[in-house]
């Protein structure tokens, strides 16, 4: 039996899922990009990777994924992070696909918790892995009350709790999963991304997907959607700044890491996004403590 | 100087081979194999079936080896296999009422047609730990000849004087699958009772005895348990019968509860149903404690226990998921943490500033 188990299990289905599971994921998908923002329920499927480690986002790129496409998978923006490496393995395996690291040559860009700071085009996805998709969630804890909020559009717990957030520390104390309105409609969750990264969202040209595995949601922002961050007229949105440029490549204006180097409190803030910040360096841009500093301070225009 | 962390790959790469040299153990031990596993772990292998929802005693077992005895990760393995199998069709109901049984108690009569059979059961030994179990060879059990006609079951007995709830009547609806299609709560029966059946032992464990110690308490009796061979039967179109496919081992629990009547019903025993593959006679019992729990609302009861609360019970007792969710903690967060510490920064400097005004006033 396991001999002949073994033997089966090498033979997969192009990119893992079977035809008719596919089919459901991406009817999901198209009601999904249907109606912006609204979290559609499918049957998730339990894939040989834990729940929460990005199962949501790896169905979705293997219900869309194609023999030519090319693969990019970042976790924390870093192509190189361990369960990134074990995603892009995933899908080298299953699906024979070519990857890639750099975000111009990606057709699919599987991410956990960061945007790309090289802006998309058209011929792109981006697929988020979502671990909570429920922007209510935490205001309450019920599915049954979430979906009836949003069927009314009812977001006034949501207003409340950033209004308290103003009220307590003199601003809107959430800094990542920050709440989005999309399409003028649904309140949204862009998943654990910086709302460094929440502008991006607005108006990209890029189609994005939204997958959550274990809580069985998918949904997405169509290209060039209005997506708007939550805030008041008196307490506008603010996404992070950053006091510093990237300590290798120079890069301002791009979301930064925190690296500790001592015991002695020192520490340098580096790009959270690698393809972008190998870049950089490889067009010749240096920073404070990448060995032959040319230049520091740059803006992010490359 | 920092040096950007590379090299994930090969240190996945050696953490898989560290972890596959730690599995095989100590050299000098003989290895054990599936088929070891399978004879004399038994019941965990029932456990994975049980909660891997397949059932498959040599793939179980292989799991229960690959993951190095964590039953949690078999179960999800199995888990992940079964999600690949396509469907070729949908079996008849299981009869329990002629299975061919190996245990059957009854709590709620001393005597009754088919009478006690203990069986292979832990129940009345001494957990002494027996120094003397390696190598021993045990005698030959006790046979007895079988029975040949079925034996009743205990709620279809106490159902002919109508003090029990009958059966709901099969009205023809297919039963759901929440492996194929989405969850809406609330939920029908069918669906509550295929989340328990998949779900952990641990968990429905607690949730069973918090309905013993008050929070939702409902007077139950283990009616019966019954664990055997059922025949497993498919209908084939082209027959216009049903053929036995083979036979398959459950462990069945029907527990019977205290009811005394609300709106339409009349006092008489409610019933919760429990049923596992193999022998997981405590998860059978933990599962019909909950399934009457949740019962609920559909019998006119308060609802204000943990174990009564649908969404809360069905949502959080699958522990591939919550295993999968607990465990995802363990991947980087350094883009969260990063803005959270940016934040409390912030805030930190401002609290220091108004300290120091007030110390200065």
């Known amino acids: ?302 | 100087m920092y040096v950007a962390v590379k090299g994930g790959e090969a240190a996945i790469r050696n953490a898989h081979r560290l972890m596959a040299h730690e599995r095989r153990g100590d050299p000098e031990v003989p290895e054990v194999s599936a088929a070891q596993i399978d004879g004399q772990l038994a019941l965990a292998v029932d456990r994975v079936m049980t909660e891997g929802s397949l059932y498959d005693r040599g793939l179980a077992a292989l799991a229960i080896k690959q993951a190095r005895g964590d039953l949690v990760e078999a179960i999800f393995l199995v888990r992940a296999f079964r999600a690949t199998l396509p469907r070729l069709g949908a079996t008849e109901p299981l009869d329990t009422s002629n299975m061919a049984i190996r245990r059957r108690v009854s709590a709620t009569f001393k005597d009754l047609p088919g009478g006690q059979i203990l069986g292979p059961t832990f129940d009345y030994t001494h957990r002494l730990i027996d120094g003397a179990l390696d190598g021993f060879a045990p005698p030959e059990p006790a046979t007895a000849a079988p029975r040949e006609e079925a034996v009743p079951r205990v709620t279809d007995l106490l159902g002919e004087e109508g003090l029990i709830e009958p059966s709901p009547r099969d009205d023809g609806s297919e039963p759901g699958d929440l492996t194929r299609e989405p969850l809406a709560f609330p939920i029908g029966r069918d669906l509550r009772l295929q989340a328990l059946a998949r779900g952990d032992e641990g968990f429905l464990l607690a949730l069973g005895y918090s309905t013993q110690r008050g929070f939702a308490r409902s007077h139950p009796f283990a009616g019966e348990i019954r664990m055997g061979e059922v025949e497993v039967e498919i209908f084939v179109e082209e027959l216009g019968f049903a053929v036995t496919l083979g036979t398959i081992t459950v462990t069945e629990c029907q527990m019977v509860n205290q009811f005394k009547g609300a709106g339409d019903a009349p006092p008489q025993f409610t019933r919760g149903y429990g049923l596992t593959f193999g022998h997981c006679e405590r998860k059978a019992m933990a599962m019909a404690l909950v399934d009457r729990a949740l019962r609920a609302a559909e019998l006119g009861e308060d609802v204000s226990a943990p174990a009564q609360d649908e969404e809360f019970v069905i949502m959080h007792s699958d522990n591939v998921e919550a295993t999968g969710f607990v465990e995802h903690l363990k991947l980087p967060h350094y883009v969260d943490f990063q803005s959270e510490l940016d934040l409390l920064r912030r805030l930190r400097a401002e609290w220091d500033a108004a300290a120091l005004k007030e110390a200065a006033q």
């Open chain 1, 1 to 302: 039996m396991s001999e002949a188990i073994a033997t089966e299990r090498t033979a997969y289905n192009f990119a893992y899922l079977d035809e008719q599971t596919k089919r459901a994921i991406r009817r999901a998908i198209l009601k999904a990009i249907a109606i912006p923002g609204y979290q559609v329920p499918f049957a998730s499927r339990e894939m040989p990777m834990p729940r929460g480690w990005g199962t949501g986002g790896v169905q979705v790129t293997a219900a869309i994924i194609g023999p030519d496409d090319v693969l990019k998978v970042i976790d924390q923006g870093a192509d190189d992070t361990t369960n990134a490496v074990a995603i892009r393995g995933f899908f080298t395996r299953v699906a024979n696909v070519a990857t890639t690291t750099r975000t111009v040559e990606a057709t699919i860009i599987q991410t956990r918790h960061r945007v790309p700071e090289t802006p998309l085009n058209a011929d792109q996805i981006l697929v988020y892995q979502v671990p909570i998709p429920e922007p209510l969630r935490f205001l309450e804890p019920r599915e049954t009350e979430t979906r009836k909020l949003h069927a009314l559009a009812d977001y006034g717990t949501m207003h409340v709790k950033l209004y308290e957030d103003i009220a307590h520390f003199g601003e809107i104390a959430t800094t990542y999963a920050y709440p989005v309105t999309v399409d003028g409609r649904y309140v949204m969750d862009p998943s654990p991304i910086p709302k460094f990264d929440n502008p991006k969202l607005d108006d990209c040209p890029a189609l994005q997907l939204f997958g959550a595995g274990r809580e069985k949601r998918i949904y997405a922002v169509p290209p060039h959607t209005r997506v708007v961050s939550l805030d008041f007229e008196d307490h506008p949105f603010a996404p992070q700044r950053f006091t510093e440029p990237c300590a290798l490549c120079g890069a301002t204006g791009v979301f930064l890491d925190e690296v500790i180097l001592d015991d002695r409190g020192g520490r340098m803030f580096v790009c959270s996004d690698t393809d972008f910040c190998n870049g950089r360096q490889a067009a010749g841009h240096r920073g404070r403590l990448a060995g032959n500093p040319i230049e520091s301070g740059e803006g992010a225009d490359v």
